[in-house]
């Protein structure tokens, strides 16, 4: 009788061990998708960041690409602005040093300049 339950006992573990493995697969096979799954959602998150993230960057470029180009413009302006009037500066210099000062002629008397300024000062009378 013992015989006969140890035998049941075992024929028992042996039909539920296939499955038992079994459910350990499926259950192994399930949290492996499901893994896989994230993993996957994760790596397309971060490659949708990554597509914005290189507009934004290309943005940024044709934007500085168009202000480099501004300025370049604004540079050109300036340095021939720089040129004109340093041809002028040179053209006024060389005009000055050829033809020689004229003194200015005075009308009438000239009157010698008094130090200070009576202007604007009580002077007390003497």
Known sequence: MEATRRNEAALWRRA?????????VCVLCG???????RSVSALAERGAQLER???ES?????????LREA???RLRVLEQQHQSA??????AAAACSLAPPEAPQ???RSEPRRSGS???KKSARR
Do not use: Y
């Open 16 to 24: 539920w061990l296939p499955w038992g493995l079994l459910a350990g």
């Open 31 to 37: 949290s492996a998708a499901w893994a896989s799954s």
């Open 53 to 55: 993230e290189a507009a």
């Open 58 to 66: 290309e943005a940024r470029v044709a934007e500085l690409q168009a």
């Open 71 to 73: 300025m370049a413009r």
């Open 86 to 91: 340093r041809a002028e500066v040179l053209t």
């Open 106 to 108: 005075s009308q009438g």
């Open 118 to 120: 009576a202007k604007g």
